[in-house]
């Protein structure tokens, strides 16, 4: 079975530029959460794709979005970057929502610069 | 909303020293409770859950136990080794399936 896998794993991007992260959920898997990680805090919620349904949204401002593919990958857009969008983003691929546990993938690092 | 909070700043301690690290949380239910382990440049790993109060979650020689009356799920080892350096989150799964976590508390295990 496979694990979670996200790409790019690094990305420098400028202030004000468009970005597309990708994620491809584990086997078996239906659900996908994104969350943002600055350095040395927690990760945050951003929202989570359920049967390529949006499922849930965190406190993100809407130039995040996300999309859902049948075949249950992910991508997470963020328009407008800003120096603050700078971290590291996970995904985590779930079964039914989360019910069954997360895997969570390693990562895109994003620097805005 | 729903949020876990961990103890305050880096933990330092020698190879085969008892680890703790403190984790209370705030929920309007009853949450199922988790820690996950970060290793340098990697994503996150689960290491342990409880889904109920009393419940006691153990791997790798880590434990907690999910305390309803005092709201927390302390995370214990007995023994640490230099491998287990990484940083640890405690993280709660709300009434919406999301995941709130923890800041997260470096651990270094010194030989």
């Known amino acids: 079975e496979t694990g979670v896998t996200q790409s790019p794993t690094h990305l420098i991007k400028t202030r004000g530029q468009q970005v597309t992260l990708r994620c491809s959920s584990q086997?078996?898997?239906?659900?996908v959460s994104w969350y943002q990680q600055a350095l040395g805090q927690g990760p945050q919620f951003i929202f989570q794709?359920?049967?390529?349904?949006?499922?849930g949204r965190g406190n993100f401002p809407p130039r995040f979005s996300g999309l859902q593919f049948p075949n249950y990958s992910s991508e997470l857009n963020v328009n407008a970057l800003e120096l603050d969008d700078s971290a590291l983003y996970l995904c985590?691929?779930?079964?039914?929502?989360?019910?069954?546990?997360?895997?969570f993938g390693s990562g895109t690092r994003l620097t805005v610069v | 909303g729903d949020s876990v909070t961990q103890m305050e700043g880096p933990v330092t301690l020698s190879e085969e020293a008892f680890l703790t690290i403190n984790c209370t949380y705030t929920?309007?239910?009853?949450?199922?409770l988790f820690w996950y382990v970060q290793y340098p440049g990697e994503g996150l790993q689960l290491l342990l859950k409880?889904?109920?109060?009393?419940d006691k979650g153990s791997n790798k020689g880590f434990e907690a136990t999910y305390r309803k009356e005092t709201t927390s799920f302390h995370l214990e080892k007995g023994s640490v080794q230099v491998s287990d350096s990484a940083v640890y989150f405690c993280?709660?799964?709300?009434?919406?399936?999301?995941?709130?976590f923890g800041k997260g508390n470096q651990v270094v295990v010194i030989p």
């Open positions: 985590a691929s779930s079964l039914n929502r989360g019910n069954y546990g997360y895997t």
């Open positions: 086997s078996g898997h239906n659900t």
């Open positions: 794709y359920y049967r390529e349904e949006e499922n």
């Open positions: 929920a309007t239910g009853y949450p199922s």
């Open positions: 409880a889904t109920k109060a009393d």
């Open positions: 993280a709660l799964r709300d009434g919406n399936n999301r995941l709130a």
